[in-house]
């Protein structure tokens, strides 16, 4: 036990004095938290607000998932064309123009507007998953890659539900399309948190190390 919370402590002052790890704890758990935020309203929002069937809809977030595969597939290669550290950033800035898209659909765009915005939110959790799973496995040292990858989880996790229980207090309290742009607005968060932080500058893996 003694041995354990020796590693989280030594994990814990690694992610959060690496000038690129820290960020990117930051991003990811503003992300997670609008990630719930988003998540517990955008279904009812598109049933009640938008009109939309439950299965159209059932249909369009299925499509949406095309996103996540395009990412999955094309993201390495995206971050040896442009940088891994650009990637990270423009998958986080791709989670505020695709809620925004589903916030402002009206019965006319909703199908166009929801399935656009899911795909993009999709492709940018896929694009996010990979790029950043590369530069913590290539900056954390391989005694502490165990305990990186739990605290970071945790801090996903834990503001996951959080986003949930803001989401439906926000609806309840204004309303389920008021509640959305309020998810757009906290999507832009974790662009925020990292798009001034050196990530941007890193262009491979390996190069924070050098």
Do not use: C, K
């Amino acid at each position: 036990m003694t041995s354990l919370r020796t590693e989280l402590r030594q994990a814990a002052r690694y992610l959060l004095s690496d000038p690129y790890l820290r960020p990117l704890l930051v991003g990811h758990a503003l992300a997670n938290l609008a990630l719930g935020l988003l998540w517990a309203i955008v279904i009812v929002y598109a049933v009640r607000v938008l009109g939309l069937m439950p299965g159209i809809l059932g249909v369009i977030l299925s499509l949406g998932q095309v996103g996540g595969v395009i990412g999955a597939a094309f993201a390495h290669r995206i971050s040896e064309r442009a940088g891994v550290g650009r990637v990270v950033v423009a998958s986080f800035f791709l989670f505020g123009p695709a809620t925004l898209l589903m916030a402002t659909a009206t019965g006319q765009t909703a199908i166009v507007f929801v399935t656009v915005g899911w795909t993009l939110e999709s492709l940018a959790r896929s694009l996010y998953g990979v790029s950043a799973t590369s530069v913590r496995q290539a900056l954390v040292p391989d005694r502490l890659q165990g305990s990186v990858i739990g605290l970071t989880t945790t801090a996903g996790t834990g503001a996951f539900p959080v986003g949930t229980l803001l989401g439906g207090a926000l609806a309840g309290a204004f309303g389920l399309r008021e509640a959305m742009f309020f998810a757009a607005g906290a999507a832009v968060l974790p662009f925020i948190a990292v798009a001034a932080s050196p990530i941007r500058t890193l262009r491979d893996t390996w190069t924070a190390n050098s």
